[in-house]
Nanobody
């Protein structure tokens, strides 16, 4: 499966941005999809995990983004979105979309086998 992120850029604190992850080479619903981010000089961290269709559960969000970020999927275009609201300066980083086959939910980046190229998000305070 191939992943391609888009939509990053410069946002203001308190503002909003939408990231897109276009999935190709496989149906997104059979994969566990994750949004991760990496700030300068920090390790890559999970932002949100969208379960595959076989998992009876909701999207998992990191505490740092809960109630601010929302993941959704457009099945028609096989695109996954990350809507980021109430942006904070600490949301700055490169955001990645990642995928792994299966049902189990993992939060560690090394559990994901396919990655997009990343898109830069910069939030000015």
């Amino acid at each position: 499966v191939q992943l391609a992120e888009s939509g990053g850029g410069l946002g203001e604190a308190g503002g909003s941005l939408r990231l897109s992850c276009e999935v190709s080479g496989g149906m997104s619903e059979v994969y566990v999809l994750g949004w991760f981010r990496q700030a300068p000089e920090k390790e890559r961290e999970y932002v949100a995990i969208l379960p595959s269709k076989w998992y009876r559960g909701n999207v998992h969000y990191a505490d740092s983004v809960k109630d601010r970020f929302t993941v959704s999927r457009d099945a028609a275009t096989d695109t996954v979105y990350l809507d980021m609201n109430s942006l904070k300066a600490e949301d700055t980083g490169v955001y990645y979309c990642a995928a792994r086959r299966g049902v189990s939910i993992y939060y560690a980046p090394d559990q994901f086998t396919s990655w997009g190229q990343g898109t830069q998000v910069t939030v000015s305070s």
